[in-house]
């Protein structure tokens, strides 16, 4: 969870830094964008020429002179060190009226960009980074002057990536969910050129989406998971009060947009594996691994009341196999972790803990088999039941502390909204993308599966869900 404070010093508006200067308005946005359409007039000539980019200096396989494993692991312990900052600042929720206010203002830009010309394409090749000269950069450059991550300046075009390029790129990065490296990688260059008309109608169809979860009125309190944000915002009296990020569904297994009430609290839960996850992913492991329920801690039973099978005896091949129920003990094994948000609906989805904390340092963060992880959930959790009778601020740590099962019945039930919004704009005037991770937008986005470091190890397998 991180407190939610306004900037102290608020990011220049990006609609104003299209032109560098505040009120030059549409005339420096024209002249920036004739510039670049002069200048994308001469890259498209230059890539239309076959591999174009090898009389680059240093183009080809790099000399790591031995350095490359002591890179990876400087990369390593500053990930270590510096966890992603992906969690939105500005206390305003996404549904609000004043988000749709910032979203009009966006669009209004954005077709600005879309009538001069949009933005130019950034031709995909090796790696850019800072220090190196590139005969890229300039178009580079343009492009991250159009979208307000660049400044503009008067040498558009030195084709050297100095380390104000870098800083332009992090920003543009961290404004469409990578990882903000400051250098121009493979997952980089998709992101880039995706067409201003597409992003404008990403605003359009997520404005949309917007106003249908107001369209029943606003909560004065709500929980609100933003799936392809990788973040949940639990709102009281129009502000947002918390934040965290969460873990979402993998592709295969996806979080469904959903509306639904949290009605309950379980400390130390059972896992009662749900059919699905029994035939799809437990069964066929049992398989392979025999030892693994009693590794994990799971029990096979007739049904979730009835008797308790010795998984020996069990031919896992079998039709009879596919009958069988299977439950978690509590504890720290258990894939629910040690608190679960009760919120009943028809896709048996909900909130809940994990042992697997390091998973929320990534910036992709779709590992799950459709719930919701959050991270640091027993603050959540007291901000759920704080005006519960009895209830007193801490209390969650002190349930977990005594080691016991607990189940809390909410007397003022919670509206909780699952949804999906890969666009939006900050009172600022920053835009912010998110990759289409579902392909809920028109067609599934790679990028975020491209953009995993490729230092970091995958997740275990995992039934999690």
Request: aromatic residues 8%.
């Amino acid at each position: 969870m991180q407190a939610v404070r306004a900037s102290a010093q608020p990011r220049r508006p990006l609609f104003s830094r299209l032109s560098g200067k505040i009120g030059r308005g549409v005339v420096g946005a024209l002249s920036v964008g004739a510039a670049v359409l002069l200048f994308g007039v001469h890259a498209h000539a230059q890539a239309a020429q076959a591999n174009w980019w090898e009389g680059i200096t240093g183009y080809g396989t790099p000399d790591y002179s031995g350095k490359r494993e002591e890179e990876r692991e400087r990369r390593r312990e500053a990930r270590r060190s510096a966890p992603p900052e992906d969690l939105r600042t500005d206390p305003t929720p996404w549904r609000s009226d004043e988000m749709l206010l910032s979203m009009r203002k966006a669009i209004d830009h954005y077709q600005k960009l879309v009538d001069v010309g949009g933005f130019p394409r950034v031709p995909e090749g090796r790696m850019m980074h800072e220090g190196e000269d590139d005969d890229r950069v300039p178009i580079l450059r343009r492009r991250l002057i159009m979208s307000g991550d660049l400044r503009p300046r008067q040498n558009y075009n030195t084709y050297t990536f100095d380390a104000e390029l870098a800083e332009a790129v992090r920003s543009f990065q961290r404004r469409h969910g990578l990882r903000p490296t400051g250098r121009v990688m493979r997952s980089t260059y998709p992101a880039l050129n995706i067409t201003a008309e597409e992003r404008l109608m990403l605003l359009r169809v997520n404005m949309g989406r917007i106003r249908e979860l107001m369209s029943q009125g606003v909560e004065d309190r709500y929980i609100l998971v933003n799936i392809p944000a990788f973040q949940l915002e639990a709102v009281e009296h129009f502000e947002v009060q918390q934040r965290h990020r969460v873990i979402v569904g993998r592709t295969q297994r996806q979080s469904p947009s959903i509306r639904a009430t949290v009605r309950a609290l379980n400390f130390y839960p059972y896992w009662r594996v749900p059919d699905s996850v029994a035939h799809l992913d437990l069964i066929p492991r049992l398989r392979k691994e025999p030892d693994y329920l009693a590794k994990e801690k799971i029990r096979v039973l007739t049904t979730f009341g009835g008797a308790e099978v010795d998984p020996n005896l069990v031919n896992w091949n079998s039709p009879e196999a596919q009958s069988l129920k299977f439950r978690q003990d509590p504890g720290p094994q258990n894939a629910l972790g040690i608190v679960r948000i009760d919120m009943p609906n028809a896709d048996n989805v909900y909130m809940h803990d994990t042992p697997m904390k390091n998973l929320f340092d990534q910036h992709s963060r779709a590992f799950s088999a459709g719930c919701v992880r959050v991270q640091n959930v027993l603050n959540l959790v007291d901000w759920i039941a704080q005006y519960e009778p009895g209830w007193r601020q801490g209390q969650a740590e002190g349930i977990i502390a005594a080691g016991q099962p607990v189940d809390v019945t909410l007397t003022r039930p919670l509206p909780v909204y699952f949804t999906y919004i890969t666009a939006w704009a900050e009172r600022d005037g920053e835009v912010q993308f998110r990759p289409d991770i579902y392909g809920r937008d028109g067609s599934i986005d790679t990028i975020a599966e491209m953009d995993r470091d490729p230092d970091e190890p995958l997740p275990p397998p995992s039934l999690a869900p």
